[in-house]
Each structure stands twice: as C-alpha cells, then as structure tokens.
C-alpha cells in the first residue's frame, strides 16, 4: 500500500480508538450523570487508561504500523503521549476529591475499598514507570534493568487500572461492556507475551552466526552475520535493526545498531558498532560462529523513502553508518546521482570508515568534507564543528532540490538543522535519525 | 520533519483526549442522554387513580444507578452496604421520607467510609419505582405499602429540597 495512505489510515483509526471509551461511556444503560467536575475526573481516567493501553501498541514492533512513520518516530510518539496520558490519569483522582473530599479516605489504601486500592496501584506504578524514564540517564539506572523494570511497571499499571475499573464498576455496568475493558487490557498484556516470548520463539528459526568482527580507526568494530539456514532479510539503506548476541533469543540484551553493508546483499550483513558502553565494548570479545538474532529491519531513515535528485549527507561520529550502507547500496546499484558528505569526528585517527569511503569515492559521484575538532598537524580541511560557514564552504551549488539526511550527536543534528534552514532549505528535504531511542 | 509530525500528532491527540473529556462531562452533567424522562414517561402512563406499574422502571434504574454500589443482589460489597433492610424502614413514615430523602440529597454518615451520591435529578417515576423495586426484590418480605410518583413528589417539594445535584446531606 502507498505509504501516505497506510500511515493516514492507521492514524485515523488511532484518534478513533482513542476516543472509544468516551462513546462507550454513552452506551445505554447508563448510570445516572453527576456534577461536571466529577464526570470529566472520570472522563479523563478512561481516556487516559486507553491511552496507556495504546502505548503497548506502539512499542509491539508491528512492522506495518510503523513503516509509515518510522520506529523512532512512533517511540518518540509514545515519550510524549505518556506524558499528556499520566497527566489525565492524575487528573482522575484529583478531580474526584475535589468534587467530594470526604473521598480523601479512599488514597488510604487502608481506608478505601478494593477498587481504590488497585486505582491507587495503577497511579503508583504509572508514576513510578515515568519518573523512571526521565532519570534514568541522571541515575544512571543500567539499559536492560531499566527496560524490564519498564515493561514491568507498565503491565502492573494496566492490570491494575483495569481491575480498578471492573470493580468500580460504575460504567462497565453490562456484561458486555466488562467483557470489552477486560478484553483490552487481555490484548495489551499479550502483546507484551508477543514481543518478549512469541518473537523469540520465531527468531529461533532466524538464527545468525558472527562471520568477522572487525576492528575500525576511533573504537569501532564492524560485526558481520550471516544467516543460519534461512533467506536473511531484505532491508533499505540507512535502515537498523535489533541486534542480539547470545546463544538463546530469550535474552532481555538487545540493542539497536544501523546495517553498514549494501543493501544489495543478503548473503551477509555487516553493523557498525562504536564502543559507547557495555554491550558496545564487548565486541573485541565478541568470537567468530557465535550465535545471533535481529529483530528488522526497522526504521524510515533511508534515501530510498526520500527520492531526490541528489543528497547531501551529514554524519557525526559513528552517525556514518547508515550512510556507509546507503553509499555501498549506491556503488552496487550503478546510482548515477551526486552526494556530497560532511563527515565530522573527533581527529582523524577516528575517522572510522574514512578507508571505506576512498573506495566508494571511486564508484559513486562524492565528495567528502572531512570536519576534524583535533585536527593533525598541516590538515588543511575543516576543523571545529559542522558550522553555518562550513556548509556554505561545502555544500554544492548546482542547484539541485537534494534531499540533506542527518545522523550524529544531538547538538550537532539540532544546529546544522537550523543552519540549514536558515539557508532557506526546505523542511521537509531535511531528515534526521537519532541514535537514542529512549 | 518527520520527529515535527510525531510532536503534532501528540498535541493534536492530547487535544482530541481532553476536548471530548470535557464534552462528555458537560453532557453527562446536564443530563442530556440520562434519566431518559421520555421513555420513562412512555413507560408510564399515569392514569389517575390507576395503578403504578413500577416493575419494569424499577429494575432499569436500578441496574443503571444502584447495582455497581450495592451489586446485583442487594446485599452490597467491600464498602458499600446492602439495602435489604429498606423494607423495615419504609414501614414507618420517617422511615419512608428517609429513603426517599437518601435518594434525593444521597447520604454521608460515619458508618460507612464512602457517601451515596444524590440523585436528585431521578424522576419522581424512578425514584419511586427503584425504591418499590428494593424492597420487594431485596426485602425480606412482608407487605409494604407501594411507593409513588406523587409521595417522591409531596417529599421534593415538601422537604427542604435544594433541587438537583446537591450534596450528600450530613
Ligand atoms: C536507530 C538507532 C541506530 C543506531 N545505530 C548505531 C550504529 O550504527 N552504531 C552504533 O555504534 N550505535 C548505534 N546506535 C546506538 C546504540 O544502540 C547504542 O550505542 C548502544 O545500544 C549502547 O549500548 P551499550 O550497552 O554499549 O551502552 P550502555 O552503557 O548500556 O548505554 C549507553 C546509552 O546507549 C543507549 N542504549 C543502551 N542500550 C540501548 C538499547 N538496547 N536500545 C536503545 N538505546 C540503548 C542508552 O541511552 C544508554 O544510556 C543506534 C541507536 C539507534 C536508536
């Protein structure tokens, strides 16, 4: 399906899910209407509850859903929307004591009933799942214990706003209506199932086994894998994908790195990894026949989503990958049209692929900008940062509508954006990938 | 520009959420799909000095107002009492002006931890119908005189009735 269709058709059917519960709520039999402010405090849990609900949607990895937008963009969706989500549900309680504060007794969890303790519950732990998401870089808190505990809290919270809602009981008044909300929560948890048990399950038969772990200039490695007794997969250039290294799917250690190789091949498939942390520091350690899995590909950052008649490609750092990939896929497929690179690391030791990319140069109409903050004695090239200046000294001048892609540090993709808006280039030719999914 | 998208999106859903929160709550407090006086009054036609045909007006009213409180046989649950006592109380006239008071103002006392909600904006048909409808069905049996529309009605205008929506009276 063309991709504006599917991803207007998803969203539409999005906005109408998220408005259900309002219209169930108007389902006969009704209960009899209270004052305002206590119909909107619960108007607004029930809203904010299938939000949470729609939140497992999101992070379930369906590949059709995403495509249209891109994975990231979906994550970063899902970032926001709690936010906005946990704000009705505080809101829920709130307004419900204001409207009776002789309902204060039931924040007691000694105090209320059943169906207040689990309401109690849920916030707790929504709470608790957000506050987490934003410390967990000032904590420091470790990945993989912050994902579990994660998903953990988030099934704790659903299950315990649904029983709060059964047993409340107020707008679940039919048999039908329960069968409905216990039925969506049911959904949501066994998504998560999906995800952490069924996909592993699957991923067994897609085995990968470790081919070359290669070391690159400035702490990088590239790891190739080839498939065990399947196919592979088909990916466009820039695309990523999870990356387990272990003996078993069931493993909660799984990271996301971009394809560096072409996307013309699928007899092997090469990941750039640059050592930032402890997964990615393991990959000198990392033997040749070990076993591995990819969830992917994922991800809309791709030249072959944006055509245009030319790029202008931006990297930072180990930003280069996708670019590396999309640059091979170019040489393989004979692409005749013009790039220009803008390459900027730390000195030029660290310069991982610069190697790769003389090859490239040969095979595909590029130029290569090379941006060095140290640079080496007598470098003649750019030096700081990827500045206003630097673009006007690099970009080309032939006029092209080149589409510009992004991938680097945060601070470096938010000023070149705007440099290169203030060049008067066009929103919509600028597109970014950042390396930071939550 | 796709990561603009997204931050739309958001704005324009936390909008959609909160727009039809507000809505709902402005119908659901004026009572606009709620008593259903018409069907109620299609139900119930009444003919002077006929008699009142509450059954049927009785059970729906209490299914929709009353059964998630005081659950579907009466007895209540956790914190919420059960009302099969309703049928001693209507036998005295205080007893009979208190039910229908409960029901009009709704009731907060200090045995119990959470207040019944008043429902003063029930038609004088409902709340004459669901009351006739606990003390037969929950009741422990006996004869009881029959509520009706116009004794609910003596009470709202008689009492001192502060009309619709008001407080649990201590
Ligand atoms: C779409 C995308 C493409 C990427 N492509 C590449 C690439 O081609 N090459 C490359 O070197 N890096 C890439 N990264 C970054 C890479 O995923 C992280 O550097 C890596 O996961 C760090 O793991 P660690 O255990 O080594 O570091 P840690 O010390 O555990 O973590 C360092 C930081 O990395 C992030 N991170 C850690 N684990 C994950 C995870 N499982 N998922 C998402 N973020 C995580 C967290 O913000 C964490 O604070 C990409 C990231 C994304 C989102």
Known sequence: ?438 | MRHLLANIVTYSIALLLFIGAVLFARMRSSQYTLTYQSAVLAAYEPTPGGEFRWRQIGAETYTRNCRSCHSADGRGWDEYPGVEGADSIARTAEGRARLIDIHIHGLATDGSPVPMPGMGHLHDVEVAAVLNHIVEEFGTGGSVETFTPEEVRRRRAGGNDSGPGTHPAK
Not at chain 1, 245 to 271: G, L
Not at chain 1, 378 to 405: I, N, Q
Request: proline share 6%; with cysteine; charged share 20%.
């Open chain 1, 1 to 438: 399906m063309d991709r504006t269709i599917s991803g207007v058709f998803w969203l539409l059917l999005y906005s109408a899910i998220v408005m259900v519960p309002i219209a169930l709520m108007l389902v006969p039999p009704v209960p009899a209407g209270r004052a305002f402010w206590l119909e909107l405090g619960v108007a607004l849990g029930f809203v904010g509850l299938t939000q949470i609900a729609l939140q497992f949607v999101l992070i379930a990895r369906f590949r059709r859903v995403t495509a249209p937008y891109g994975i990231d963009v979906v994550l970063h969706y899902h970032r926001q929307i709690a936010i906005v989500a946990v704000a009705a549900i505080l809101l829920h309680p709130a307004l419900i004591i204001i409207a009776d504060p002789a309902r204060l007794r039931l924040l007691n969890p000694l105090g209320g009933n059943w169906a207040s303790r689990f309401g109690l519950l849920s916030v707790l732990a929504l709470v608790a799942t957000i506050l987490m998401s934003l410390l967990r870089e000032r904590f420091r808190l470790r990945y993989e214990y912050w994902r579990a505990a994660h998903l953990g809290l988030g099934v704790v919270a659903i299950v315990a706003a649904q029983t709060h809602v059964s047993l409340a009981g107020l707008y679940t008044n039919t048999a039908w209506k329960q069968a409905i909300w216990i039925g969506m929560a049911a959904v949501m948890v066994g998504l998560v199932v999906m995800l952490r048990v069924l996909n592993p399950i699957l991923q067994r038969n897609r085995a990968w086994r470790v081919t070359e772990v290669r070391e690159e200039r400035g702490d990088t490695w590239s790891l190739s894998l080839a498939p065990v007794d399947h196919d592979g997969l088909r990916f466009a250039p820039g695309q990523f994908a999870w990356v387990k290294i272990a003996d078993t799917p069931f493993t909660i250690e799984e990271h996301p790195f971009s394809f560096t190789s072409s996307a013309e091949r699928s007899d092997v498939v090469v990941f750039g990894i640059k050592e930032l942390g402890d997964f990615s520091s393991r990959m000198s350690r990392v033997a040749v026949g070990a076993t591995a899995f990819l969830d992917g590909p994922h991800g809309a950052f791709s030249m072959d989503r944006y055509q245009a008649p030319g790029y202008v490609f931006i990297a930072g750092g180990v930003g280069i990958t996708p670019f590396l990939s999309m640059l091979k896929t170019m040489a393989d497929r004979g692409d005749p049209r013009p790039v220009t690179l803008i390459y900027a690391d730390r000195s030029w030791d660290a310069v991982a692929f610069r190697d790769e990319l003389d090859v490239l140069r040969e095979r595909v109409r590029l130029e290569i900008t090379y941006v060095l903050e140290d640079p080496p004695e007598g470098w003649e090239g750019e030096e700081g940062m990827v500045t206003a200046e630097v673009l006007e000294r690099s970009l080309p001048r032939d006029g092209y509508k080149r589409m510009y892609l992004l991938c680097g540090p945060p601070p470096m993709m938010d000023a070149v954006q705007s440099a290169l808006l203030e060049r008067g280039v066009p929103r919509r030719h600028i597109q970014l990938e950042r390396f930071a999914l939550v």
